[in-house]
Antibody, heavy 118, light 110 residues
Framework: QVQLVESGGGVVQPGRSLRLSCAAS????????MNWVRQAPGKGLEWVAS????????YYAESVKGRFTISRDDSKNSLYLQMNSLRAEETALYYC???????????WGQGTLVTVSS | QSVLTQPPSVSAAPGQKVSISCSGS????????VSWYQHLPGTAPNLLIY???KRPSGIPDRFSGSKSGTSATLGITGLQTGDEADYYC???????????FGPGTKVTVL
């Protein structure tokens, strides 16, 4: 069965960096685009970034461009999100999600919590 | 501020029907497929509808989706207490080169 397990969350000071990981299993990882989506406390879902199945195309929300980098390692069936210059308002539960096709996010992980606080 | 618009909340009695609208523009809903997600905060969101109106396996036919022009609608019939959740529409925005979610609609079963 498809499984996505996020890790790497924690408490970090504003301006610092954090790298999230998402371990995928149960499907052919290199055949699917992948996404990061976050939900801040009391807020709605916010798409953060996506990467194509072959890693060649990457897209970012305007709010994270230039600070976040999405990447993948198909040899490890893993998705990553490098987050730099973190801000307090980016405190959120970060989910990775598989893209079935053209934006159909059909499987999601349980999320990893990032808290940005001094 | 989302480029998609949803009502903040809808409610109905058990067994009744609710409809949730999602309004956008030609750069998103008008020219791209719409998906709908059910979400209980703190848990993994669940894909309910994709490609405007298709249901993934395991999703009951009480859930339906439609699209017309720059708007989409999620319908839930035979409302159950277990349907209480937040519902989000989502689609690609070609102008932003970004995926966008609506602000979410909270469904309450009275």
């Amino acid at each position: 069965q498809v499984q996505l397990v996020e890790s790497g969350g924690g408490v970090v000071q504003p301006g610092r960096s954090l790298r999230l990981s998402c371990a995928a299993s149960g499907f052919t990882f290199n055949s699917y685009a992948m996404n990061w989506v976050r939900q801040a406390p009391g807020k709605g879902l916010e798409w953060v970034a996506s990467i194509s199945y072959d890693g060649r195309q990457k897209y970012y929300a305007e709010s994270v461009k230039g600070r976040f980098t999405i990447s993948r390692d198909d040899s490890k069936n893993s998705l990553y999100l490098q987050m730099n210059s973190l801000r307090a308002e980016e405190t959120a539960l970060y989910y990775c999600a598989r893209d079935k096709f053209a934006g159909d996010l059909d499987y999601w992980g349980q999320g990893t919590l990032v808290t940005v606080s001094s | 501020q989302s480029v998609l618009t949803q009502p903040p909340s809808v409610s109905a009695a058990p067994g009744q029907k609710v409809s949730i609208s999602c309004s956008g523009s030609s750069s998103n809903i008008g020219n791209n497929f719409v998906s709908w997600y059910q979400h209980l905060p703190g848990t993994a969101p669940n894909l309910l509808i994709y490609d405007n109106s298709k249901r993934p396996s395991g999703i009951p036919d009480r859930f339906s989706g439609s699209k017309s022009g720059t708007s989409a609608t999620l319908g839930i019939t035979g409302l159950q207490t277990g349907d209480e959740a937040d519902y989000y529409c989502g689609t690609w925005d070609s102008s932003l080169s970004a995926y966008v979610f609506g602000p979410g609609t909270k469904v309450t079963v009275l």
